[in-house]
Each structure stands twice: as C-alpha cells, then as structure tokens.
C-alpha cells in the first residue's frame, strides 16, 4: 500500500507505468549501490499483471530474479482505481558458488 501511496502523490509517478524502474529502485536500495551501475537488466519473462526481470551483474557468482506486479487489490485504496502502481512481489539473489544456493530478499 505505501508504494501505491507514493505513486499516488507524484514522489514515485514512474511505478505506474515503468515496471523496470520499480525493479532497478528495489535492486539499487536492497544492495545498496548506484540505480545507474545496474546494467543487463533482462525482461524474462511476462504475464498479465506480472514481468519477471533477470540479472547478473558483471564479474559476480550471483544473480538476481525480481518479480514485479500490478496487484489489482491495490485499486481499493489507489486514488483512481484505474491506476494500480507497479511492485516488486517477489525476489530472489542465487549464487553460481560452491553450494549454489536461493536466498530471498524479499
């Protein structure tokens, strides 16, 4: 619901039509690097209401899987339930390395 808020009030205008930049913010915030140095971010996979968004950052064992959705619930508390924001559902950070393993963030 806040980031329905945000998108509400102009501070986040782009989440209703920019799923990339939801995904790019979330990634940029959650590891804490430049939303700029994120570069490859590849669409996946897509469905009404959801695009799965894929990265390996460059030089690194990791990578990333970040689920972005339009929850149509959102309208009952959206200023004009016509204009659902973009989120991020789901992600996920998986390592290439010894014990190859899934961990979520979020």
Do not use: T
Not at 8 to 19: I, N
Not at 34 to 61: C, F, H, M, T, V
Not at 63 to 84: G, K, T
């Amino acid at each position: 619901m806040e980031s329905q808020k945000a998108a509400d009030s102009g501070r986040e205008y782009w989440a209703f039509d920019d799923p990339e930049r939801v995904v790019l913010e979330f990634l940029a915030e959650s590891l804490n690097v430049n939303r700029n140095s994120i570069n490859g971010l590849k669409k996946d996979s897509e469905a009404q209401g959801r695009i799965i968004y894929k990265w390996n950052p460059p030089g690194k064992s990791l990578s990333y899987m970040v689920v972005a959705n339009r929850p149509y619930w959102l309208s009952f508390y959206a200023n004009d339930p016509n204009r659902v924001a973009w989120v991020v559902l789901a992600a996920f950070e998986s390592s290439c390395g010894k014990h190859n393993s899934v961990k979520r963030i979020r």
